[in-house]
């Protein structure tokens, strides 16, 4: 992250895992989900974060959640 | 000469590539999409297109945004599978038709579309599951041969639909020009209704998506004023990768026959289907 010139800010978003902070200051979603191949947080696990639920909360929500 | 055949508007939806790698492709929350492309597929056999043309956007992984072209054509015999950050898929390169390409540069060009040449291009998912959903793979290779046009659909300012449909034309006279015998699809890709940040996460649409496929059939060109702004607002953010279709629309001649049209929507994206034929 040093080597990317991120601010502490950013840093410490990405070390929170924080995707709703991301995002809001500024994240590409394309770049952002290659931070989640790499800590092991898929987009709908990102997603339902970012939507302010669990990840079951979040597949409730679906029409059919077994097409994952 | 070059003749377009037909044109399809789908979906580019990354989780059906573990699918077909994973050959999931029967699995209850997958089959209705996967049959949908069975009479597609019946009907590409019968068409035998030599090229298909496929417009999509890469998601960062092969155009990072240091450097990001609004219309980058591939003109290689050859192009590889690029690794989107989960590993590179199993698949076979894709191969090209650099002559066609050089041809389609040359006149969309001189046809004032400044496009990035690209003799090296790895390809992704949005290229890469349209391919897998129309022309499926076999150990021997791809059954057709391929173009990409790669569209900036993630970084504004982003290219008018209305260049869109124009571009389409465009490589429609280009086509036609061409003076070897070929046939070709044309494929415009992604969308349908998507968010993927921010509170919106997973807003969907299908009154607005089939609209778009009514007004695509019906009403191309009066589609073709649509801004980014109301696709975004009224589909999701990420649909504005809609304005592609346009692409497809405008290489079909106006009266074009539409021949299939699908649509399913199990998650978090529409994903539509409607093919053409001349």
């Known amino acids: 992250m040093q080597r990317f010139s991120l601010t502490d800010r950013e840093k410490e978003l990405v070390r929170k895992r924080d995707f709703k902070g991301l995002i809001e200051a500024g994240m590409n979603i394309y770049a952002m989900l290659k931070i989640g191949s790499a800590t092991g947080n898929s987009l709908y696990r990102m997603g339902a974060q970012m939507r302010g639920e669990s990840y079951e909360e979040f597949l409730k929500t679906r029409n059919i959640s077994g097409a994952v | 000469m070059g003749r377009v055949v037909g044109g399809i508007g789908l979906s580019h939806v990354p989780s059906v590539g573990p699918v077909v790698d994973r050959k999931r492709e029967q699995d209850p929350a997958w089959k209705p999409l996967f049959d949908a492309y069975v009479p597609v597929r019946e009907w590409l056999a019968k068409l035998a297109p030599d090229v298909a043309i496929v417009v999509y956007n890469d998601h960062v992984a092969e155009f990072p945004f240091d450097k990001y072209p609004t219309f980058a054509l591939g003109a290689a015999d050859e192009y590889a599978i690029a690794d989107e950050g989960f590993g590179t898929r199993p698949l076979p390169a894709v191969p090209g038709d650099a002559e066609l390409s050089i041809h389609l540069t040359e006149k969309l060009i001189e046809d004032e579309f400044d496009l990035t040449v690209c003799q090296e291009m790895g390809v992704e998912h949005g290229f890469l599951v349209p391919m897998n959903l129309c022309f499926p793979h076999t150990p021997a290779g791809w059954p057709v041969k391929s173009i990409p046009l790669q569209v900036n659909v993630i970084q504004h300012p ?18 036609e020009s061409y003076k070897e015998k070929v046939n070709v699809v044309v494929l415009g890709t992604g969308g349908m209704s998507h968010q993927l940040q921010g509170r919106r996460f ?41 304005i592609m279709w346009l692409t497809m629309r405008g290489a079909m001649s106006p009266k074009a026959r539409r021949v299939h049209r699908h649509y399913y929507a199990p998650m978090t994206t529409g994903m539509g289907l409607i093919t053409f034929q001349d």
């Open chain 2, 158 to 175: 982003l290219p008018t639909a209305r260049r869109c449909y124009k571009l389409g034309q465009a490589i429609r006279r280009a086509v």
């Open chain 2, 202 to 242: 997973g807003f969907m649409n299908e009154k607005f998506d089939q609209w778009f496929m009514d007004e695509l059939e019906k009403n191309p060109q009066g589609l073709a004023e649509i801004s980014h702004h109301r696709i975004m607002e009224e589909a999701g953010a990420e649909a504005v990768e809609l």
